[in-house]
């Protein structure tokens, strides 16, 4: 008993002393690991890595053995010190898998898979990402880089509903409308974050995703974003982030990009404009009549001769501009955020 306690506090250095945990009780009497409640072993779970987790609990009775494989937010990152030996014995239990190193691993031991996020773009790994292996996939995310573009089958599977589960996207770069006409619906999507710069894409995921709760926009260029055909501009979107670091953004290519969305309640916005900050935010009011949140980094690039309105103004037109700060000026130009 010592020997798992002991294995288990080093392996949180800044985690409480577990054997007085374990060992006494809240009135200070003595007692065993077994009287513990479940709850308070879920608890600790969060706080071990998963191969230390299997370590200590796994095999030492019928109750921790169950409790280990009923425990739903099993996590495991897998890099070059992950011993896959002992993995594939805890591997049908992995809810999370994170891919934090080229060296291959088979996405097949993973029967219960709801979660994955590459952060390394072996090829092997990629090609492993279909609807027959993962069929139970919930989130996906690339954390690749901002070149990082999926191939034209996955993009198409994630709006087709081919993981029927699937929830969470984080894709990269998408800006190929090729194979646009192919999508379908996918109605279990609430969550999806793209790079691109072309409409036509972001029409296209709006048109299947019906269901879709938040999209996250990062324009990566200057080009003019212009009207597509499109059945309906009254998506029920709810929450749009939409950046573009320092690449100006219109307020008419801004405003393109709300017709779709004109019941979105939460807006973050990022961008650099060559206009009044106080003519910005009276567009946004106008075009979005149910905005409840309002967030912002947007650098206003006028001269100080040229600047009208202040942010007494900005507050006063609606209380979701309330936090809007002017965190930076010179003559040059201005920077509005919220904390």
Same mark, same amino acid.
């Given at each position: 008993m010592h020997t798992f306690l002991d294995a288990a506090t080093n392996s949180i250095s800044d985690?409480?002393?577990?054997?007085?945990? @374990? +060992?006494? /009780?809240?009135?200070g009497v003595y007692t065993t690991l077994e009287q513990l409640p $479940?709850? +308070? @072993?879920? /608890?600790?779970?969060?706080?071990l890595d998963v191969q230390h987790l299997y370590n200590a609990f796994c095999g030492l009775n019928s109750r921790l053995n169950h409790l280990f494989q009923s425990y739903q937010n099993l996590s495991l990152t897998f890099d070059e010190k992950t011993?896959? +030996?002992s993995m594939k014995s805890y591997a049908p239990y992995i809810v999370q898998l994170i891919i934090d190193t080229s060296i291959n691993c088979d996405f097949s031991q993973f029967p219960n898979l709801q979660t994955l996020i590459l952060c390394d773009g072996n090829s092997k790994h990629l090609k492993q990402i279909q609807p027959t292996m993962l069929p139970n996939l919930t989130h996906l995310s690339f954390l690749l880089g901002s070149e990082f573009t999926p191939s034209s089958q996955l993009i198409r599977d994630a709006f087709s509903n081919k993981f029927p589960f699937l929830r969470h996207v984080n894709l990269g770069l998408i800006d190929?409308?090729?194979?646009?006409?192919?999508?379908s619906t996918s109605p279990s999507l609430r969550f999806v974050s793209i790079r691109s710069s072309n409409s036509l894409i972001?029409?296209?995921i709006l048109g299947s995703c019906p269901n879709l709760d938040h999209l996250q926009l990062h324009i990566f260029n200057n080009s003019r974003i212009n009207v597509p055909s499109f059945s309906s501009y009254n998506h029920p979107l709810r929450r749009f982030t939409l950046w573009s670091h320092?690449?100006?953004?219109? @307020? $008419?290519?801004? /405003?393109? +990009?709300l017709t779709y969305i004109p019941n979105v309640q939460h807006f973050y916005l990022q961008t650099v404009c060559d206009m009044p900050f106080v003519d910005l935010v009276y567009g946004l009011i106008d075009r979005l009549n149910l905005l409840s949140r309002f967030d912002c980094h947007v650098k206003e690039m006028m001269n100080s001769s040229d600047r009208v309105g202040n942010l007494t103004i900005v507050h006063q037109l609606h209380p979701c501009f309330n936090g809007i700060k002017c965190i930076k000026k010179n /003559?040059?130009?201005r920077i509005f955020a919220t904390e």
């Open positions: 985690f409480i002393d577990l054997k007085s945990v @374990f +060992l006494t /009780d809240i009135v $479940n709850e +308070l @072993f879920f /608890d600790l779970f969060t706080y011993d896959q +030996l190929d409308v090729v194979t646009i006409s192919s999508w972001v029409s296209a320092s690449i100006e953004l219109t @307020f $008419n290519n801004i /405003d393109i +990009l /003559d040059n130009f």
